[in-house]
């Protein structure tokens, strides 16, 4: 059974929430031994009850029955969509099912169609598609709709509830795993740790529209007192700290000398040049990620630490004409999801000749990062080799 927290946040307004333990791969790709938590909400009004998303699909059973416990679902009058990607619309199906089809569905005029080709529901779903700025008065409440598209997708929505100063915000300003609490109350680096992950994985392509949607928040000059994401931790102590964050994460804000390390080595000849890197810097300023024949690091771990890097160090041995396939993949994601402006240091190892050098260059050329030496060398990295990258750690230090 997994854990699923139900309490009223404020007036009426109750979060539902399932700590997803049993998922190993988010999106079927970035691993989260941390897990994950699916946030849903219920505001019950002035006579109308209001249901905000839903949790995964796996979890169906669970989330009517957490629902019975606040409501008839037959009474449930609207739903808002802030976002439609299964992990919040997967249990959309059955509550309206089990709703008789009465509830009126507000989302992006996206998301209409998104839940139609997921679930086949269009022709029985009273779907509305929100204006941007469109309200919903419900008496002492009042609903303002927000378009924030690409936070994860184009259907997102943030809905600003004017009275209580509480902002739904979909994916945004939430993170992986599962804490132990609901809201942001005493100690939280290793939250923003995973709140740091959940963007680069998972938002990171479209890491511009955080910025553009914070500014378009602030631009409104609205009091922001609560913020209620999909995931993760509600913040209600200081809204302000989760924004910043989000758009320093965005903007690639780095952390004076910190340097990020992945590396591959299939028999300890990039390994050898490595160890003589980490042994010259700072301890407390490097993070390092391996793919050994004793190691496999976590790929989704090692793009979380490329945002606030000021250096990126790849050493990559060639393999069969190519770069090393874990380090070609993380290249690749480096491209796709961790697109920042960061120098880099390549380092290659080859056995009859180099090719990984090549290949991690060209996968990098039309991105921000910024290769700004290569050392390649035959075999392992004697004493010259060593050289050679003690002075190009000279020059990008
Ligand atoms: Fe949590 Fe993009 O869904």
Redesign the pocket.
Same mark, same amino acid.
């Given at each position: 059974m997994p854990r699923i927290w139900v309490e009223e946040i404020t007036k009426g307004l109750y979060v539902l929430r399932v700590d997803d333990d049993r998922v190993k791969s988010f #999106?079927a790709i970035w691993d989260l031994p941390e897990g994950?938590t699916?946030n849903a909400y219920l505001l019950k009004t002035d006579g109308k009850t209001i249901l905000f998303d839903g949790w995964k699909r796996s979890y169906e059973a669970e989330f009517i029955e957490t629902l019975k416990g606040l409501t008839r679902i037959e009474d449930i009058d609207y739903i808002i969509l802030h +976002?439609t #990607?299964? *992990?919040?619309s997967g249990t959309l199906p059955k509550v309206l099912e089990l709703n008789g089809y009465r509830a009126k569905v507000f989302g992006h005029p996206v998301a209409g169609r998104l839940v139609n080709g997921f679930y086949g529901i269009g022709d029985k779903m009273d779907f509305h598609a929100i204006a941007d700025g469109e309200e919903l008065k419900l008496g002492s409440r009042t609903l303002k709709f927000l378009h924030t598209p690409w936070l +994860?997708?184009p259907d997102?929505i943030c809905t600003y509830m004017v009275e209580d100063g509480i902002l739904f915000t979909? *994916?945004a300003f939430?993170g992986f795993s599962m804490p132990d609490k609901l809201f942001d109350d005493g100690e939280l680096d290793e939250y923003l740790h995973y709140v740091k992950k959940y963007i680069v994985n =998972? =938002?990171g392509h479209y890491k511009e529209h955080i910025s553009k949607s914070i500014d378009k928040l602030s631009g409104m000059n609205i009091e922001i007192r609560m913020i209620a994401p999909? +995931?993760g931790l509600i913040w209600k102590n200081d809204t302000h700290k989760i924004i910043e964050y989000y758009r320093d994460i965005a903007e690639g804000k780095a952390k004076k000398g910190k340097v990020l390390i992945v590396y591959s080595s299939m028999y300890g000849f990039v390994e050898g040049a490595i160890d003589h890197i980490i042994a010259k810097l700072p301890k407390d300023s490097v993070k390092v990620f391996k793919f050994t024949d004793m190691e496999q690091d976590s790929i989704s771990d090692a793009l979380a630490e490329v945002p606030d890097s000021e250096l990126i160090i790849l050493g990559a041995s060639t393999y069969e004409a190519g770069a090393f396939p874990m380090m070609e993949f993380f290249a690749r994601q480096l491209a796709h999801k961790a697109n920042y402006k960061k120098s880099v240091l390549m380092i290659s190892s080859y056995g009859w000749g180099g090719a990984a050098a090549r290949v991690i260059k060209n996968i990098l050329s039309e991105t921000n990062f910024e290769i700004r030496d290569t050392v390649e060398y035959r075999g392992r990295a004697d004493e010259p080799i060593l050289h050679e990258i003690d002075k190009s750690l000279d020059k990008l230090s």
């Open positions: #999106e994950a699916y +976002h #990607e299964p *992990d919040h +994860h997708w997102t979909g *994916d939430g =998972v =938002v999909l +995931h």
